[in-house]
Each structure stands twice: as structure tokens, then as C-alpha cells.
């Protein structure tokens, strides 16, 4: 059984920085394709950014392109989520996602949610 834990949240001035992490233990997927996904108060999960298994291939929602870089390291079997010039919108509790079947960032995007290994979330909050 695969365990993924997330660290790094915590509270930031808006235009701050947080770095995330989620580190693998067990069956690990350390060869599929994995990211981030946020859920803000009152609202449904959604997705953020996913990262195919080399590293080489990402895909960001709009929301989190050009501030949001997600990495991957597959020797260390850990993903994080650099974020910058972060804004109070940008609240919420952050989820590291494995796939349990691809390596493609597809298979992160796209894949029904059950579909996908879940951590258990770290909160982000983005204020003054």
C-alpha cells in the first residue's frame, strides 16, 4: 500500500513563496505520474499541476502557470510544488496525487479521481 505524506504548507504574505513536498513510502508508484491538486473552503477538489514520470513533461491549470513549478525526484521518490507570488485566492489544502496505472501527466489530468493515490493535504494560506 503506497503512503503519500506532504509537507511544507503554512501561512505567507500574498507575493510570498512556499515550497511543497510529498514524499512515497510503500508501493510507491515511483515510476508513474503524479500532482498536486488543491481544495479551497466550500469548494470541490481541483486540479493544480502534474508531472509525467521522467519529469521531462508538466501541464499547470491556468491559475498556476508561470507561477507554479512542480519537479520530481525518482531516486529520492518525492514530488514538490515551488510556488511564487502566491495570492490570497491560492488558499486552500494542497494534495500530492499518485497514478496508479500511467506515467503520462494525462493520467493525472484526466484520471477519475478514485483513479488516484491521495495524500492526506497540507493548508496554504495566502494572507496579510
Known amino acids: 500500500q503506497v503512503q503519500l505524506v506532504e509537507s511544507g504548507g503554512g501561512l505567507v504574505q500574498p507575493g510570498g513563496s512556499l515550497t511543497l513536498s510529498c514524499a512515497a513510502s510503500?508501493?510507491?508508484?515511483?515510476?508513474?505520474?503524479k500532482g498536486w491538486f488543491r481544495q479551497a473552503p466550500g469548494k470541490e477538489r481541483e486540479f493544480v499541476a502534474a508531472i509525467n514520470w521522467s519529469g521531462h513533461s508538466t501541464y499547470y491549470t491556468d491559475s498556476a502557470q508561470g507561477r507554479f513549478t512542480i519537479s520530481r525526484d525518482n531516486a529520492k521518490n518525492t514530488v514538490s510544488l515551488t510556488m511564487n507570488r502566491l495570492k490570497p485566492e491560492d488558499t486552500a489544502v494542497y494534495y500530492c496525487?499518485?497514478?496508479?496505472?500511467?506515467?503520462?501527466?494525462?493520467?493525472?489530468?484526466?484520471?477519475?479521481?478514485?483513479?488516484?493515490?491521495w495524500g492526506q493535504g497540507t493548508q496554504v494560506t495566502v494572507s496579510s
Open positions: 510503500g508501493r510507491s508508484f515511483s515510476n508513474n505520474a
Open positions: 496525487a499518485a497514478s496508479r496505472t500511467g506515467q503520462s501527466f494525462g493520467d493525472i489530468v484526466q484520471a477519475p479521481r478514485d483513479n488516484l493515490e
